[in-house]
């Protein structure tokens, strides 16, 4: 590890989120909302008794679906690959990438669940890794898009 490089546990522990603002509230919170519903997501697909026990509410999976993918549409939209397309662009992009990923990670998630054994334990953590794996797939395929980007304008 390089001498400027924080260890895991150092920068976990030093963490502060940003000071709330409406930019804040568009580009770090509602997107970091997006993630816990998506984290509720993969437990719901892949375990939907544990939610029903927990929140005798009806099905949920449409609320959580549907948060994830406003928090995953604003991630998309924010990123600085995108910001010099057109507003109607960088939405109808924004929206594809968010719709893409989550009901790819639901059909991922319903796959994995019916190749794993009938245990709601283990299926419940295959969809917390699973979900974490892609997110960060995602989150690290868009970052590199930022580079290329930020690259090619040099």
Not at 16 to 29: E, G, I, M, Q, V
Not at 118 to 139: E, H, K, M, R, W
Request: proline share 6%; with cysteine; net charge positive.
């Amino acid at each position: 590890m390089a001498s400027d490089e924080t260890p895991l546990y150092k920068a976990i522990a030093n963490y502060r989120p940003p000071s709330f603002n409406k930019d804040t509230a568009l580009n770090y919170y509602a997107p970091a909302c997006g993630t816990l519903n998506y984290a509720f997501l993969s437990i719901n697909v892949m375990n939907p008794g544990l939610l029903q026990r927990i929140v005798p509410k009806p099905d949920l999976t449409n609320i959580f679906l549907f948060n994830s993918c406003v928090g995953s549409f604003l991630f998309i939209a924010a990123r600085p690959h995108l910001s010099e397309a057109p507003l109607k662009q960088r939405i109808v992009y924004s929206v594809y990438g968010s719709i893409l990923f989550n009901m790819g990670s639901v059909l991922s998630w319903a796959i994995l669940r019916s190749l794993l054994p009938n245990n709601s334990g283990l299926a419940t953590v295959a969809g917390l890794i699973s979900g974490f794996a892609l997110t960060g797939c995602g989150v690290a395929y868009l970052s590199y898009n930022d580079k290329t980007v930020k690259a090619n304008k040099k």
